[in-house]
T-cell receptor, first 115, second 114 residues
Framework: GAVVSQHPSRVICKSGTSVKIECRSL??????MFWYRQFPKQSLMLMAT?????????EQGVEKDKFLINHASLTLSTLTVTSAHPEDSSFYIC???????????FGEGSRLTVL | LAKTTQPISMDSYEGQEVNITCSHN???????ITWYQQFPSQGPRFIIQ???TKVTNEVASLFIPADRKSSTLSLPRVSLSDTAVYYC???????????????FGSGTQLTVLP
C-alpha cells in the first residue's frame, strides 16, 4: 500500500505563530489527500479534502483561513495552522486513498502543542 | 455517508478471541467495509477490508452478513500488544477517479489484560 510520511512529528510553538505540517505520499501519486484532527480520547475528525492543483474542500465548522491547505504536487500536501492558539493543540493526521475500494493509508501524525 | 456504531470499549484476556461488531444500517451498494487499528499518538493502520461474506488475512477475519448492515471483526488469540482503538469505516468506493470522504465513528477501545 501507499506510504505516507508527515513532518514534523511533534511541534511546539508560541501562541500567535503559524505552523506548517507536511504530508508526503512517498510511492503513490495522490490527487487527493485528507486531513484529520484528533483530540485526546476522541475519534478522528475530517477537517478538509486536499485536491492537487485546486482549492481544498473544508468540512463544516473548519475555518479555511485558519487552516490553510496547499496541494501543489501529486506527492505533497501542506497544512498551515495560522495564528495558532492553545485550543488548536491537537494531533493532525493526513491520509491518501488508493485503489478501487478506496483503502486509506495514514501518515504517522503530527502532534501540535501551542503554548 | 453511512454512519457506523460500535461499542465504546471492550476488555479481553490474552489468548482469547475477540469479536467487535459494527452497525452500518445505511451502507450503500458500492461501499466497502474497512477496519483500522490505532495506537496512541500514531496514525490508523489498515487491518482488513471486505464487501460481503467472509474475508480472512494473517491478522484478522471479517464477517459480513448478507444484508451488509453490520460487520464483525474477529481477532484470534489476542495479545497485550493488540490493546488499541479499532475503527470501522464504511463508504470507501472511488467513483470516476474522485475520492470519497470518510467519517470515523467513535471506535472501540480494546483492552487486553494479562
Amino acid at each position: 500500500g501507499a506510504v505516507v510520511s508527515q513532518h514534523p512529528s511533534r511541534v511546539i510553538c508560541k501562541s500567535g505563530t503559524s505552523v506548517k505540517i507536511e504530508c508526503r505520499s512517498l510511492d503513490f501519486q495522490a490527487t487527493t489527500m485528507f486531513w484529520y484532527r484528533q483530540f485526546p480520547k476522541q475519534s478522528l475528525m475530517l477537517m478538509a479534502t486536499s485536491n492537487e492543483g485546486s482549492k481544498a474542500t473544508y468540512e463544516q465548522g473548519v475555518e479555511k483561513d485558519k487552516f490553510l491547505i496547499n496541494h501543489a504536487s501529486l506527492t505533497l500536501s501542506t497544512l498551515t495552522v495560522t495564528s495558532a492558539h492553545p485550543e488548536d493543540s491537537s494531533f493532525y493526521i493526513c491520509s491518501v486513498q488508493q485503489g478501487r475500494s478506496g483503502e486509506l493509508f495514514f501518515g504517522e501524525g503530527s502532534r501540535l502543542t501551542v503554548l | 455517508l453511512a454512519k457506523t456504531t460500535q461499542p465504546i470499549s471492550m476488555d479481553s484476556y490474552e489468548g482469547q478471541e475477540v469479536n467487535i461488531t459494527c452497525s452500518h444500517n445505511n451502507i450503500a451498494t458500492n461501499d466497502y467495509i474497512t477496519w483500522y487499528q490505532q495506537f496512541p499518538s500514531q496514525g490508523p493502520r489498515f487491518i482488513i477490508q471486505g464487501y460481503k461474506t467472509k474475508v480472512t488475512n494473517e491478522v484478522a477475519s471479517l464477517f459480513i452478513p448478507a444484508d451488509r448492515k453490520s460487520s464483525t471483526l474477529s481477532l484470534p488469540r489476542v495479545s497485550l500488544s493488540d490493546t488499541a482503538v479499532y475503527y470501522c469505516l464504511v463508504g470507501v468506493f472511488l467513483s470516476s477517479g474522485s475520492a470519497r470522504q470518510l467519517t470515523f465513528g467513535s471506535g472501540t477501545q480494546l483492552t487486553v489484560l494479562p
